[in-house]
């Protein structure tokens, strides 16, 4: 294993000058690099070819300004029909984290193939709009093929930037795009190359590290894998386009919040954030993702310096510039239907999920007047000619006549597997290991416990099958392995006895407890934390760890997180203690190195060093390059086998427990504010059935779910209710009701909803509440006046009284449905925030004295 270095950059070329036109004034040479300029040009691994320059250049002249805008346009399969493709012949088209073809799931390899068949046949027919250019599809492959039922899901970034291995990530690149080209897909928005500042930010788990030098590393190798090499041919039958993000500087935004604001240097931008474009764009990566977040206060989607001066201009790329999901909207003076200053700025392509035909409309029109210039869109078609050109897209067969098109048992390949195994086993971290506890003899009595011990779904966190990664059950991860299944199969295979039990329970006291647990399954901006405090409010997994110890029974605690944590109290209550990250779909690896062969020999060591510094109380945040700060586990620290720590307050279980956070108390209770609150499920139902919300859209007979967005991603839902069937959707608990919430109902808090009313009210509108799973105590509410106050299609307030629920929030019984909504006849709405609170809506209030 190569030593983990610090980043030294050698910058030799010098920058190609551009007049700004943003507002921040850029710097021209890197004080920590001996005055050498910053973003030096690249030599790209992918030349420019005359003879496609030629093609594109003939294709582009024959085309029309409306064919130019459609190559411009990315819908989303949700909201994008084959005649539409038919009639606008838009240049790609993608699925967001949880979107199917046909909004099933479960669909299969033949289905993917399917709708990638239909939308390239409609692109190259030429009856509606004259273009014969084939569209592609793009998807968010970003630890393996993670939409699909059955791939091969690899352990998060976060991990393999603990194994350290290029070599393995470019083979998991390469197994990757063989999963992604069964299903007939072109192209694949990965790798994330995030430099992480903050562990508070959701997306953590996306960073291989903090250092810039393993991210430049692993984006040159998984670059490799996706497109391929000088040795293994660019952009082939096994090849799928690639796409560097999120340009730039995801990763330091101000305390950790996705999509904020980054207030870094220009040199720190580049020193700090680029490095992985330095090694992705190096490799020929031939699409960059703009990124959400702002530099300075200014958006990066619509900043002419970065993503023109800068990485067009000066670092030389010739791919095109995708933005990401309706990231053009956050642009000041733009909405999602309208923004040309993307354009001008240097997007080439606009992710415009469900707003993609008031976009193109806008956009077209704006092309016409000059508000966009022609040199602007010639630009950015010659762009994406240009890599459609260079991935064969032209010349290539139909998605389902293609090489591995014809190979779905690629899906989830054993071979496949086995390289995940492989990133599994060296990801993992040892933080403790008190009297050489591990490796264990696997022929003696060992409990399993832990929520986590048998739930691929949590093992393998976000973006996995569904967006948030929520949802799943171990049925949808077929040829997957949970932690307690490798434990399972060495512990009996040599004699020994095992028994699973969640919460460590058990009938005979065993040799050894091996618990897992760690965080639940999130995916962006919902993972933002306020502080890296593993369970402050609830420490039910520690409560588990003690009673064990209390017991004298040698516990092994295997910790599931997208980030390193503040756990000083679950360490101290651990006798051995290793962070497993999120190990994906092959957890039965885990227990390869926990375990001696038949014959006592190690069968594999840890080799995983942090990449990440470990923090040394809740609110720390704490990297390598922190001069003035002490992590409690330094960057680059592992324990093996063969070493111990020397960290006496660790061995001794004597680590510093107290948190100086405040209480976690507040005076409302959200059931829903983006995100479903993680004590609450989500079900339609009608007469005769119920139905749990799994995925970005779901339906029941007189009910149709969907998420949309309002501010970012996917933070809000629409409910659409037919005439009859007494259908409606509900909030219902499944987990333990916060402490406080019994004071907050005697106090009688509010409903609060954030909603836009979508069509005409013509029948009574039902809010109720229930205290019991048996609905003896029920009480509802008429909110059919209320919305037609209303103004249609706007976003408001609307508060409901309590007095109109008295016979449930005021019951001694548990209120189990806080909210639950039917409608008498059609009706739409959409819901961005449900919350029981103390404060009220002054203009739309719901009284019932």
Not at 143 to 168: E, K, Q, R, S, Y
Not at 605 to 626: E, H, I, Y
């Amino acid at each position: 294993m190569k030593k983990l270095k610090r980043i030294t950059l050698a910058v030799t070329v010098a920058c190609i000058s551009a007049c700004s036109q943003s507002s921040i004034s850029p710097e021209t040479t890197d004080a920590n690099n001996e005055g050498q300029p910053l973003w030096p040009k690249i030599d790209s691994a992918i030349k420019k070819d005359p003879k496609i320059e030629q093609k594109v250049q003939a294709v582009l002249k024959n085309m029309t300004l409306e064919q130019k805008i459609a190559q411009m346009i990315q819908p989303e399969i949700r909201d994008i029909s084959v005649e539409d493709m038919r009639k606008y012949g838009f240049g790609s088209y993608l699925n967001g984290g949880g979107s199917f073809p046909n909004a099933n799931k479960h669909s299969t390899t033949q289905d993917w193939i399917e709708l990638a068949e239909q939308m390239y046949q409609a692109s190259v027919d030429d009856s509606m709009d004259g273009s014969t250019i084939p569209t592609m599809w793009g998807t968010d492959a970003v630890h393996g093929h993670n939409n699909v039922i059955g791939a091969t899901l690899f352990p998060h970034n976060i991990g393999l930037g603990a194994a350290n291995n290029p070599a393995l990530i470019e083979k998991i690149a390469k197994a990757t795009a063989q999963e992604v080209m069964a299903t007939g897909i072109d192209w694949v928005f990965a790798p994330t190359v995030a430099t992480v500042r903050d562990d508070r930010w959701g997306r953590t788990y996306e960073g291989y590290s903090e250092d810039p030098e393993i991210v430049k590393q692993y984006a040159e190798s998984i670059v490799k894998g996706l497109q391929g090499s000088e040795k293994t041919g660019f952009l082939g039958d096994e090849q799928v386009i690639s796409t560097v993000k999120h340009f730039v500087g995801d990763g330091g935004t101000i305390d950790g919040v996705d999509q904020g604001n980054n207030t870094t240097s220009e040199a720190d931008l580049f020193n700090i954030h680029a490095q992985g474009y330095m090694g992705g764009l190096t490799a020929g990566a031939q699409s960059v993702m703009a990124s959400f977040n702002s530099w300075n206060g200014e958006k990066i989607h619509g900043s002419h310096y970065l993503l023109t001066q800068v990485l067009k201009n000066k670092m030389g790329f010739d791919g095109f510039v995708v933005g990401d999901w309706n990231g053009h909207g956050q642009i000041k003076g733009c909405t999602n239907e309208n923004c040309p200053q993307a354009a001008n700025a240097g997007l080439d392509i606009y992710m415009a999920p469900g707003n993609w035909k008031a976009l193109y409309e806008n956009t077209l029109a704006q092309a016409q007047s000059g508000v966009i210039p022609e040199s602007r869109i010639n630009d950015a078609v010659t762009r994406i000619l240009r890599v459609k050109f260079r991935a064969g897209l032209f010349d290539k067969p139909s998605p389902a006549k293609r090489v591995l098109a014809n190979k779905p048992e690629l899906i989830g390949h054993p071979e496949h597997r086995k390289v995940a195994e492989q990133a599994v086993r060296e990801s993992l971290v040892l933080l403790k290991n008190n009297q050489q506890l591990l490796p264990l003899n696997p022929n003696i009595n060992v409990l399993v416990a832990g929520d986590a011990a048998d739930n691929i779904g949590k093992q393998s966190g976000g973006w996995t099958i569904t967006w948030q990664g929520t949802g799943n059950q171990n049925s949808d991860f077929p040829g997957g392995s949970s932690i307690y299944d490798g434990i399972a199969e060495q512990v009996k295979a040599a004699g020994g006895s095992v028994e699973l039990n969640e919460n460590a329970n058990f009938t005979k006291k065993p040799d050894v407890a091996i618990v897992v647990f760690g965080e639940e399954p999130y995916a962006e901006g919902v993972g933002d934390r306020a502080h890296l405090g593993y369970q402050l409010d609830s420490k039910t997994d520690l409560a588990l760890l003690k009673r064990l110890k209390a017991q004298n029974i040698p516990v092994v605690s295997i910790f599931i997180s997208g980030r390193p944590m503040w756990v000083n109290a679950e360490l101290n209550a651990s006798d051995a203690f290793v962070a497993a990250w999120l190990p994906g779909s092959e957890g039965s690896a885990v227990a390869d190195v926990l375990f001696t062969d038949s014959s006592t020999q190690v069968q594999h060591d840890f080799v995983g060093k942090l990449s990440f510094s470990w923090p040394n109380s809740a609110t720390q945040q704490v990297n390598r390059f922190d001069k003035n700060k002490t992590a409690l586990f330094d960057y680059g620290y592992g324990l093996t086998y063969q070493t111990r720590s020397n960290n006496t307050a660790l061995v001794s279980g004597q680590l510093n427990e107290v948190s100086t956070l405040a209480s976690n108390k507040t005076n409302q209770l959200n059931l829903f504010d983006g995100k479903v609150g993680n004590v609450w499920e989500i079900r339609l139902f009608n007469q005769s059935t119920e139905k749990t919300i799994n995925s970005n859209s779901e339906q029941l007979n007189g009910v149709y779910y969907r998420t949309i967005d309002r501010f970012i991603q996917e933070d809000a839902f629409r409910v659409r209710f037919d005439v009859s069937n007494k259908a409606g959707i509900k909030f219902e608990l499944v987990g333990d009701l916060p402490d406080f919430f019994s004071t907050l109902a005697k106090q009688q808090a509010n409903l609060v909803l954030d909603l836009k009313r979508e069509s005409e009210v013509n029948a009574p509108v039902f809010i109720s509440m229930s205290c019991e799973k048996d609905l003896t105590c029920k009480s509802s509410v008429d909110i059919s006046k209320g919305l037609n106050k209303l103004g249609l299609n706007e976003w408001q307030t609307l508060s409901v009284s309590p007095n109109c629920f008295e016979a449930a929030i005021m019951s001694d019984s548990q209120l189990t449905v806080p909210f639950e909504l039917n409608s008498l006849a059609e009706l739409n709405l959409s819901i961005s925030q449900i919350e029981l609170s103390a404060k009220k809506s002054e203009k739309n209030h719901i009284s019932c004295n």
